[in-house]
């Protein structure tokens, strides 16, 4: 799938990796996220055979020009689960609605592991 867009001089298509690996670089970013985690095992099998997937640990859905975005991570132990969560929602829907200039209707963060 794709967000698509018109302007004055054509149409805008981004493509869901491509919004998928704003969010994993912008996921990583944060304070207190160790690691993303790949969401399906065919995910980890094409890691292992080092197939690049992009967007390692986010999953993106578009409807019509909105977007949801699923980030999957492992955070470092000792920081406020809640507080990083609130972090990273905050600058994945910030980055990504500057990147496309659409709307994120929402940001679900997935807290698979803690690592020292």
């Known amino acids: 799938m794709s967000v698509n867009t018109n302007n004055a ?3 805008i298509s981004i493509s869901d990796l491509a919004i998928a690996k704003v969010a994993s ?7 207190g996220i160790v690691e993303m985690v790949s969401r399906r095992f065919t995910d980890s099998l094409a890691e292992l055979l ?7 640990g986010i999953k993106v ?10 980030v999957y991570v492992i955070v470092k132990y000792g920081v406020s ?5 609130e972090s ?12 496309t200039g659409m709307i994120v209707n929402t940001v679900n ?3 698979i592991g803690v690592k020292l």
Do not use: Q
Request: hydrophobic residues 30%.
């Open 88 to 99: 990273l929602k905050e600058a994945v829907k910030y980055k990504v609605e500057r990147f």
């Open 61 to 70: 859905t578009t409807s019509g020009n909105r977007i949801y975005v699923d």
């Open 50 to 56: 080092k197939k690049d997937t992009g967007g390692k």
């Open 25 to 31: 670089h912008t996921a990583m970013e944060c304070y």
């Open 81 to 85: 689960i809640n507080a990083v969560a």
């Open 109 to 111: 963060v997935n807290v």
């Open 9 to 11: 001089y054509g149409k």
